[in-house]
């Protein structure tokens, strides 16, 4: 009985706002449970996190041709490897240590090592990636760079690229016993190496350059 209307409230808020930019603030908290009915219930593109629904809007152009180059370049690396490359829309449930239920996000990319066993019969990825990518946006640097930070280091997933179109400039996090164990910031000039795969890596001028 309580579910049904927020249900009402949030298709009706998300119908108003639906101009708005890459995060729209939900504006109640709700159980996990709550949210999978919601989500289920709904055609919107949906995160939860910390108990807050936010909606996703369509991504910029510039950041469609950033998340074009980084999917060449993991896929050509990943191509004869154990792992997955996987784009958003793409679920994953992130289970931070202590607590019982995840935050429910669509990281930009997705490296998923152990995807041949966490596969769930509904086709759902319910494991922990052992990388993710994600590219900034005006509305979503806070969320990106402090939230989705936070859960991505409490969940097991070792290794968190930022790409700040902004300030031309990659951002790379290696996590170890969920904590942060080294932060990288590299420049124009620099090449992105990745902490936990051999070989990976990014030129960052040759990055920026895909958006001309």
Not at 51 to 57: K, M
Not at 102 to 107: E, G, L, N, R, Y
């Amino acid at each position: 009985a309580r579910l049904t209307p927020y249900v009402t409230d949030i298709e009706a808020y998300f119908a108003v706002r639906e101009t708005a930019h890459d995060y729209v603030y939900g504006g109640k908290k709700v159980s996990y449970s709550e949210f999978m009915q919601i989500y289920e219930n709904s055609n919107q593109r949906m995160e939860y996190i910390n108990g807050e629904i936010y909606l996703l809007s369509s991504p910029s152009s510039f950041h469609q041709d950033i998340l074009g180059y980084l999917y060449i370049l993991f896929n050509d690396y990943f191509k004869d490897k154990t792992c997955k490359v996987y784009l958003a829309p793409f679920d994953v449930h992130f289970y931070k240590k202590d607590l019982k239920d995840p935050d429910v996000m669509q990281p930009d990319i997705t490296i998923a090592c152990d995807y041949k066993t966490t596969i769930d019969e509904n086709g759902r990825y319910m494991g922990t990636p052992a990388m993710v990518v994600e590219i900034l946006s005006s509305s979503t640097r806070s969320k990106d760079m402090v939230d989705k930070l936070n859960t991505y280091m409490l969940s097991g997933v070792k290794e968190y690229w930022i790409i700040d179109n902004k300030n031309k400039c990659v951002y790379a996090y290696n996590f170890i016993d969920y904590s942060v164990d080294i932060m990288k910031s590299y420049n124009i000039d620099d090449t992105v190496i990745s902490f936990n795969f051999d070989g990976l890596k990014c030129d960052v001028e040759e990055l920026f350059e895909s958006l001309k």
